[in-house]
């Protein structure tokens, strides 16, 4: 098959490259893919730059997340069979050297779930890592109706599905932004209140909101960037979901000041996360996807041997949606 692969960290053109390496086999409990479609991470990006941690491998074909056929059932499967369309996620994690950036995944049937015919291979291969950690942080600690949720990077890859399923989910939902394009696309996912925090007061709209009593949830894109704000505008008995602290990656902990209001912190990673939590974030996003039209945000294509700019596309850091590559191309 065709796949590019990495043999060493560093920058995307020197490490990268792109031919033939041997076409994997189903094993028992596994489907293999014909991948259609292949969505580009920031972790899959810090992973092949070195900066996330050290490789486990000789060898890595990079990229968690993508979409297409099965064309080969393990023994013992029986949630699928050949032809069946299906997105997927976590194929290249943490005890997994072989993801997406190639035509063919072999990976445990758990990761794999159906994909609607009125779905392309590009938006279901968005999924994936965003779907799933927006779906767990919002949900993982109980339902959301009734609440008010906020969530920070509201039209990024994780923030406008968390948006969308907080809505869903029957919250009341606040979304920071960084620029009035991005807040457009908070908007369109559904936020109720859209708040620019460049320029704009973050705690004291969110208050107004709530009047005076703070948001019971916040999906948080940066927990040592954003602490000291999120201090301030959270309610008493409320949880603080995080998925990456990229602008301090070593914070101090607030403690005292959480435990005032009685915070939970909940922080995520979705390779650690208990089975039965990711069965039922996967069963929950079929369930919505089938209810409605959804924002599937792509943010550029680029064929699978152009994949290291797909790499340079997401490392750019100014990008809106997720960065695909084909894999049939």
Known sequence: MRAVRYEQTGPAADVLTYGEMAT??????????????????????G?????????????????????GFVDQIGDGVTRFKVGDRVWLF?????GRAFGTAAEYIALAEQLVTPLP??????????LGIPAMTAWCSLFADGPIVGKTVLVT???????????????WGGAQVIATVSSAMKGEQARRAGADLVVNYRDEDVVAKAMALTGGRGVDRVVDIDFGGNIAT??????????????????NRTPVVPMRELMEKC?????????????????AAQADITKWLAAGPRIHNVAAQFALSDTAQAHLAVEKGDKLGTVIVDCAR
């Open 90 to 94: 976590n194929g290249q994690r943490n």
């Open 263 to 279: 915070i939970t912190l909940r922080t995520l990673v979705l390779f650690a996360l208990p089975p039965a939590l990711l069965s």
């Open 117 to 126: 015919d009125h779905l392309s291979f590009a938006e279901g291969a968005t």
């Open 153 to 167: 990077g509201g039209a990024g890859a994780v923030g406008h599905y968390a948006v969308q399923f907080a809505k």
């Open 47 to 67: 992973r092949r730059g070195g900066s996330y941690r050290a490789m486990e491998f000789s060898r890595v074909i990079p990229n968690s997340d993508g979409a």
């Open 230 to 247: 999120t201090l301030r505008l959270m309610a008493v008995n409320s949880t603080i979901a995080v998925y990456a602290t990229n602008g």
């Open 24 to 45: 994997p086999v189903a094993g028992p409990g596994e489907v293999r893919i014909r991948l259609e479609a292949s969505g580009v991470n920031p972790a899959d990006v």
